[in-house]
Structures are given as structure tokens and as C-alpha cells.
């Protein structure tokens, strides 16, 4: 189905704020070796740093489907990215004052704004994908991912240059939220248009969770938490790793992370093609055994080049997973919202007991061993697809409607 101009506007408006989301994380990920040196923070304390971030992601991810019904797609992403970008300001502030609360608590604000503006975009972006009827899904957690190539980037420059942590975030956060304004002005709410057309009980609110009930949104939700584990322990720890791990400098580890989000951009850039020549089931089944294949590598490997190698195929591996499972689970009549908040939330939990458990392991074995446990849920993920048997939709039967 051809687009119209207004379809295009709103498609692209969608991307651009995930390129900005994925590069306001990917900025403070890069900036974690400078940020644990000056707090002078050990690994496990690390960890609970991290767990701010985590526990304002779940209770973003939980409140946004309530928000999203209330306050509609377009209100919604707006009031995630101001707390998103509050809390990056927060954050820089408590970096100059090397004050962990303050760090804390800028963290959780950016969760939190997070999860809004992740839900609010995932969901209007779903409800364009049934207008349209083709995938757009992977292309715009694509675009999430070139973020996060450029949030890297712009860490490893910063880096070099020796800029403190609490002026790069802070330029940032200034640049994003002008840049936001505009883009936000062409999300034109179909999803709540699409609730209210099609006039149905379930579209009507309802807590995330509810959505379980469906085993089919439970199983794709347990796939979502083994690859988003896989994704979320390299954005928070990977940096680290390298310099713990490696002996890499603070420089060195930030360019290494960029590796990782190139590998994920490229996948994430491929999936639609990737999607007209293999189904839907065959993606996911190779998305865990690369993710694997990668965290493997990474836990065993002896010199810094196949490090390199194993952290690309990490990033390629863990690109596809969790934005497959959104775009299956937005799928179907009734409520989208709560479906694709539902399986994001099992993705989240992955990220809430992530950051403090590795941090936990890596304090005691190091971080090289603290990712054994994201490896098992790789293969857990693989393991899983043999019970997951969703129909074989390819892109043309997207377009074309089931063959029956």
C-alpha cells in the first residue's frame, strides 16, 4: 500500500525520536567509566546505580498504557521525553557534584520518561504499521539503534577530548528537547483513532498485565526478556567490561561499545529485507543463536581483536529479537496498547534485575563471567522458539493478507 504525504511525515517523525532516544542513551552508556571514576564507585555499587534507571523504566513501562489511553500517542511521547531529558540533566548535574543520590535520581527519572515515550512511540508506530499494512517495526527500533551510533560517537569524541560528563550530557539534553518540539507535532494519534473505530471491548483500559492471559503474548513476552537481557547487559555494562576485562582505557571501551550499537544498527536497518526472505520464527531462532555465539566469544576470547569480533556479533544477534516480538505483539484486534506494554514489560524485567545481579557477579568474578547468565538466556530464547509457533507471516502475507 503506497503512503501519502502525511503517513510519510508521521512515519518519519516516529523515527527521528527514537534516533533521539537511542542517542541520549547510548551518551550517558558511553560516559559509564568516566561516570564510575568520578563517583569512585566500584563494580556492585555500579550496579545499584544502575538499578535507578531500571526500576524508573518498570514503573514507566507500567503507567504507560494508562497514559497512553488518557493522554493519547502524541501527549504522551511529550511527556516522556521532558522527564527523559530532565532526568539526563539531573544526571549531569550529580556527575559535576559527584553525588550518587543525585545520580540515582536522575537515572530514575529517565527511566521512567523512557518507558512513556518507548510505549507511546512503540504503540502509534504499531497502529501505522496496520494503516499501511508493511513492517516498520524493525526499521524504527533501526532508528533507535543510528541513535545510539551517534550518541556513541559523540561519547568516544567527548571521551578523547577529555570533556567532563557534566557539560556533554547537558548540551545534549538542551539539543534533544528543541529538536523534540517540531517532531512531535507530526504524530498524528492513530492509535486512538484506530481504538475508537473499531468499537470492540477490548480496546477498552486495562493494567498491562492483563494481557498475559493470552498465552500467545506470554510466550513472545518470555523471547522479548531472554534478547532484551542479551541487549540491555551491553548498553549497561559493556564499556566496562572492556576496561575491566580487556585493560582497555576509558576511550577504548566506548569505541568498542560503538561496535556493538553498528552491529545492532545494521541488523535493525536490515530486518525488513531481512523479513521478505525468512519468516518471522527462522529471525528469532537466529537472532538468539548469534547473540550466543557472540556472548560466548566475548566470555572466552584471549586478545583484544576477537573481543572486537564477538562484541559485533552480539550486537547483530541481540538487534532483531525484542522489536519482532512488539511488532507480533501489536498485531490483532482490540488493544494494541496493552499487548506491546505487556511483552515491553517482561523486556524491562530483564533490565531491572539485570544491572544489580550482573553488577553483583562482576564484583566478585568479574564481568567477563558476570555475562554467563545472559548467555543461558540467549539459549533460553532459542530453546523457547520450539514451543513458540506463530504462523510463518512473511512481508508479502502482511501486505496481501493471509493465503487461505
Given amino acids: 500500500m503506497l503512503e501519502n504525504k502525511q503517513e510519510r511525515v508521521q512515519r518519519r517523525a516516529l523515527y527521528a525520536l527514537f534516533v533521539l532516544l537511542g542517542m541520549v542513551t547510548s551518551s550517558w552508556v558511553s560516559r559509564t567509566p568516566a561516570l564510575r571514576d568520578g563517583l569512585q564507585a566500584s563494580t556492585e555499587q555500579m550496579g545499584l546505580i544502575l538499578f535507578g534507571f531500571a526500576t524508573g523504566s518498570m514503573l514507566g513501562i507500567l503507567s504507560a498504557n494508562l497514559l497512553v489511553e488518557r493522554l493519547h500517542a502524541r501527549r504522551a511521547a511529550g511527556a516522556g521525553m521532558g522527564v527523559n531529558l530532565l532526568g539526563v540533566a539531573l544526571l549531569a548535574v550529580g556527575a559535576g557534584m559527584a553525588s550518587i543520590p543525585v545520580v540515582v535520581a536522575g537515572f530514575m527519572l529517565f527511566g521512567v520518561g523512557m518507558g512513556w515515550a518507548d510505549i507511546a512511540v512503540n504503540v502509534e508506530a504499531g497502529a501505522l504499521e496496520r494503516q499501511q499494512q508493511r513492517t516498520l517495526m524493525t526499521t524504527l527500533h533501526g532508528s533507535f539503534s543510528l541513535g545510539c551510533v551517534l550518541g556513541a560517537l559523540l561519547g568516544t569524541g567527548m571521551a578523547w577530548l577529555h570533556v567532563p560528563v557534566l557539560w556533554h550530557l547537558l548540551g545534549l539534553a538542551v539539543m534533544a528537547a528543541v529538536l523534540t518540539v517540531p517532531l512531535l507535532r507530526h504524530v498524528d494519534n492513530l492509535s486512538a483513532q484506530a481504538q475508537t473505530t473499531s468499537g470492540t471491548q477490548e480496546a477498552k483500559p486495562g493494567f498491562v498485565l492483563m494481557a498475559f492471559k493470552d498465552p500467545r503474548v506470554l510466550l513472545i513476552g518470555l523471547f522479548a ?25 576509558s576511550a577504548q571501551g566506548t569505541l568498542i561499545y560503538l561496535l556493538f550499537t553498528i552491529g545492532v544498527t545494521v541488523a535493525r536497518l536490515s530486518g525488513q529485507w531481512l523479513l521478505q526472505r525468512l519468516t518471522r520464527l527462522q529471525l528469532m531462532r537466529a537472532s538468539a543463536v548469534l547473540g ?25 544477534g541481540s538487534a532483531l529479537g525484542f522489536p519482532l516480538a512488539l511488532s507480533a505483539a501489536a498485531e490483532g484486534e482490540g488493544n494494541s496498547a496493552q499487548r506491546v506494554g505487556a511483552v515491553a514489560v517482561l523486556g524491562y524485567v530483564a533490565i531491572l534485575v539485570g544491572p544489580p545481579a550482573l553488577g553483583f557477579i562482576g564484583e566478585i568474578w ?27 507471516v512473511r512481508v508479502r502475507e502482511v501486505i496481501t493478507g493471509p493465503q487461505r
Avoid at 568479574?366 to 523457547?384: D, T
Fill in 225 to 249: 526478556l531472554g534478547l532484551a537481557l542479551a541487549e540491555g547487559a551491553a548498553h549497561d555494562w559493556l564499556p566496562l567490561l572492556m576496561v575491566d576485562g580487556y585493560q582497555f582505557s
Fill in 292 to 316: 550466543g555465539v557472540g556472548l560466548l566469544m566475548v566470555i572466552c576470547a584471549q586478545s583484544a581483536l576477537w573481543g572486537g569480533v564477538a562484541v559485533v556479533l552480539w550486537g547483530l
Fill in 366 to 392: 568479574g564481568l567477563r563471567l558476570a555475562m554467563v547468565p545472559v548467555l543461558f538466556a540467549c539459549c533460553a530464547a532459542l530453546v523457547l522458539t520450539f514451543w513458540f509457533r506463530p504462523q510463518p
